[in-house]
């Protein structure tokens, strides 16, 4: 039995025995993140699904496809000893069996901005791979870590506008103690880039602190957080924005909840993360 087969078979058993399911996909390399993930889809349901799948899809031509760390047995230790009832990690063949999908689902004005931007066709393999998971596991709930700010915001506008049946919950930023927010790539930051990946957290707490002090000023904001980047040797910063986090749209006037966001390179790693004002 292939493994689609053999996870359409264990959840349809949940299903029939009114069980909830929780969903919780990533492309594997676990860390402390995403075993936070699948405790809080334990919360929610009675039976979790974690997904291991390196999408392909998501990778632009000069990106880290081949070179993405992979894990799976150790992968697997971590995620049963979270709790997880059942890890589904196919192979690329068995996901995308004709070769890649010529029918995909895309997020026009809303998948071109922040990462997308600079990633054009990243945020389409993301919402493909997630509604094919949706429709493997016919989730009720499914948990995404807020580190990835706009994927969080498309997979909600995916949810509403195309009718899934689930229920999407968000998840804090896990962080290092100095800061830096856990992320599979951290694997590639060496010592020397270690003190420029933590100014991204730093870069963010600026802002937040010239928010508690009463600024309001979008572009204020924003230049607080540029500044510490342009002091940190070795990062090269490539946005910075304040950004609605529900609709990704620029506000005329910071307020709590809208989420300062920002991608850069430290020591040639591209890492992203972003912080809601409060």
Not at 22 to 31: E, K, R, S
Not at 85 to 96: H, K, Q, R, S, W
Not at 178 to 191: E, F, H, P, V
Not at 256 to 272: E, V
Request: charge should be negative.
């Amino acid at each position: 039995m292939d493994r689609i087969a053999a996870l359409r078979q264990a959840v349809s058993g949940v299903r029939a025995d009114r069980r909830r399911i929780g969903l919780v996909p990533t492309m594997g390399a676990l860390h402390e993140g995403h075993l936070s993930l699948c405790d809080i889809a334990r919360k929610h349901c009675d039976f979790v699904v974690l997904s291991i799948f390196v999408n392909p899809l998501q990778f632009g031509a000069d990106e880290d496809l081949d070179r993405y760390p992979r894990s799976l047995a150790a992968d697997s230790e971590l995620a049963r000893g979270r709790g997880v009832d059942l890890i589904f990690a196919p192979p690329t063949e068995e996901i995308y069996p004709r070769g890649p999908s010529l029918v995909r689902v895309s997020a026009p004005g809303l998948d071109d901005r922040l990462c997308g931007h600079f990633r054009p066709g990243h945020f389409t393999g993301v919402l493909t791979i997630v509604a094919k998971l949706f429709n493997l596991v016919a989730p009720d709930v499914a948990v995404f870590g807020r580190k990835d700010l706009q994927q969080v915001a498309l997979i909600r506008w995916m949810v509403h506008d195309l009718d899934f049946a689930v229920d999407i919950v968000a998840a804090p930023v896990v962080r290092e103690p100095d800061g830096l927010a856990l992320s599979s790539r951290n694997a590639y930051i060496d010592t020397a880039a270690r003190g420029a990946a933590a100014s991204l957290s730093q870069a963010l707490r600026a802002a937040q602190q010239a928010f508690d002090a009463g600024e309001r000023d979008p572009a204020a904001l924003v230049g607080a957080a540029h500044a510490i980047l342009e002091r940190a040797p070795g990062v090269e910063v490539q946005y910075v924005e304040l950004v609605d986090a529900d609709t990704l749209d620029t506000p005329g006037r910071a307020e709590r909840g809208h989420a300062l966001a920002l991608a850069a390179f430290a020591g040639g790693t591209r890492l992203i993360d972003n912080h809601l004002l409060e």
